[in-house]
């Protein structure tokens, strides 16, 4: 799944300078900014969700390591481990729930799409 993820992101990357060279032949300068501004928007997101994906896979590994281990020492408390322990993993996957609206927000509502769409307008015809 992550090298699926990171060739799709960099396949992205590349696509979006290609096309952006063909934006500077364009000479449109806001499409040219809206564009700029598009792969920025792109590369943050990439690396926002990248960071808080190994963040967050590190925190649920060790929250399971140490939830089995305690159960490992003291098994009439399996129930109450185990409850804390899911409790304790829905809130480290919210954190990188939230990580993915924000970069979902960043690459699709910026403010000059409407100048990057006539861009690609242009491009295609």
Request: with cysteine; aromatic share 10%; proline share 2%.
């Amino acid at each position: 799944m992550l090298k699926k993820l990171s060739f799709s992101t960099l396949g992205s990357a590349f696509f979006l300078f290609a096309v952006s060279t063909m934006a500077y032949a364009a000479g449109d300068e806001l499409a040219i900014a809206g564009l700029k501004y598009f792969t920025v928007s792109v590369f943050a997101a990439g690396f926002g969700i990248a960071i808080s994906s190994f963040g967050c896979g590190l925190g649920q590994g060790m929250a399971v390591k140490n939830a089995v281990e305690g159960i490992a020492r003291n098994p009439e408390a399996s129930g109450k481990v185990t409850v804390t322990m899911l409790i304790g993993l829905a809130m480290i996957e919210s954190l990188c729930i939230y990580t993915l609206v924000i970069a979902l927000i960043l690459i699709y509502a910026h403010p000059q799409s409407s100048a990057i769409a006539k861009l690609f307008e242009t491009i295609v015809h």
